[in-house]
């Protein structure tokens, strides 16, 4: 197989030999369909990820034609993708998403870039990741599912507690990463899920947050919620030139982004950025807040100058400066 290049597999026998080339720590596999548009789409990102990823074997496999592979790794939809480190399934991800496809790809990789023998190495790597997701919030849980879909009912426990007392939290779903579900435990030495930790520190389990709600401690331990609008707020007076995207001015994930970022480069004023895709519910938030239902969005003194388009026009009359400066 070229580097920088995906190859298809034809057969379960196909698959098997790519998963079992020494060569490769990481053969991400995309189950497809022709009829479907968005998995000719995520073709094109998984083409663009195996330039950047030499070492990564990136494989197209069309679900239909291998029914008994697609069974056995419980394949219902298309697109869905298959993450396998030594030809074991270590995670899984499911539609077309393509900014969590490239976090994933970029993750898996950089956690299999050093030599297999160095095992030393592998545990430094993990604890490190480890360490960065437990800060990762001021109050993180890691917890079976999502908070919306908690997958067990120990986790769906530890949400409801957490919501009622108003706790500002951001979650991590064991089951997406099994480095992680095991890696944590050991790391914390803590055996079960879910886990809470508030500013690094580990919290406890579910028993652990009951004795503190019945006790009175947990509004103290846990920072509480604050307000959507209010939060709102407070970013796009974050700096005074605010720019909400799709991404980071070093890499913008969408074309419209990445226009806009060019533009306010080359005005040489001072300006912040926002990763919409970081944060689901400002994503969301803000359009109802701003009543403007698209991004790249950007903000002067905490006021919306516009989008895309807006800027374009402002640019050509001449404008775009004087307002960018707050003259305007």
């Known amino acids: 197989m070229a580097a920088g290049s995906v ?12 998963l079992q080339q020494k060569d490769r720590s990481l053969v991400v596999v995309h189950f497809w369909a022709p009829w479907a ?39 219902s939809s298309v697109p869905t993708f298959l993450f396998f480190k030594n030809s074991q399934k270590v995670d899984r991800l499911d539609g077309a998403h393509a900014p969590e496809l490239t976090k994933r790809v970029q993750r898996h990789a950089s956690s299999t870039s050093f030599s297999a023998g160095s095992n030393d190495s592998v545990k430094e ?34 949400v409801e507690i957490l919501n009622k007392h108003g706790i500002s939290f951001s979650s991590f779903d064991i089951f997406s990463d099994e480095e ?21 520190e580990l919290i406890g389990g579910l028993d652990i947050v009951k004795e503190l709600e019945a ?27 605010m720019l909400f995207m799709k991404g980071s001015k070093q890499v913008a994930k969408c074309g419209f982004s990445k226009q806009i970022v060019e533009i306010m480069n080359n005005t040489g004023i001072d300006y912040e950025t926002f990763d919409i895709l970081e ?15 698209t991004y790249p969005q950007l903000y002067v003194k905490g006021e919306l100058v516009g989008g895309l388009d807006i800027i374009k026009e402002l640019k050509e009359t001449g404008e775009l400066l004087p307002v960018l400066k707050g003259e305007n």
């Open 37 to 75: 548009p968005q998995c000719a789409q995520m073709n094109e990102v998984m083409a663009a990820l195996a330039k950047e990823h030499t070492q990564v074997a990136f494989v197209k496999l069309e679900a239909e034609a291998v029914p008994e592979v697609s069974e056995k790794y419980g394949i």
């Open 180 to 200: 992680v579900r095991q890696g944590l435990k050991a790391y914390s030495n803590w055996p079960t899920y879910p886990q809470l930790y508030v500013a690094g």
């Open 215 to 241: 006790s009175g401690e947990l509004d103290t331990v846990c920072p509480k919620a604050q307000k959507l609008e209010s939060r709102l707020k407070a970013l796009i007076n974050k700096a005074p030139v």
């Open 7 to 18: 190859c298809a597999a034809a057969s379960a026998e196909q698959l098997q030999q790519l």
């Open 279 to 293: 944060d689901e519910e400002v994503r969301q938030g803000l359009k109802t807040y701003s009543n403007w239902p």
């Open 125 to 158: 790597d993990l604890n490190v990741r480890l360490k960065k997701l437990i800060n990762a919030a001021p109050c993180m849980l890691f917890m079976k599912g999502s908070p919306k879909e908690p997958r067990c009912g120990f986790s769906k426990q530890m």
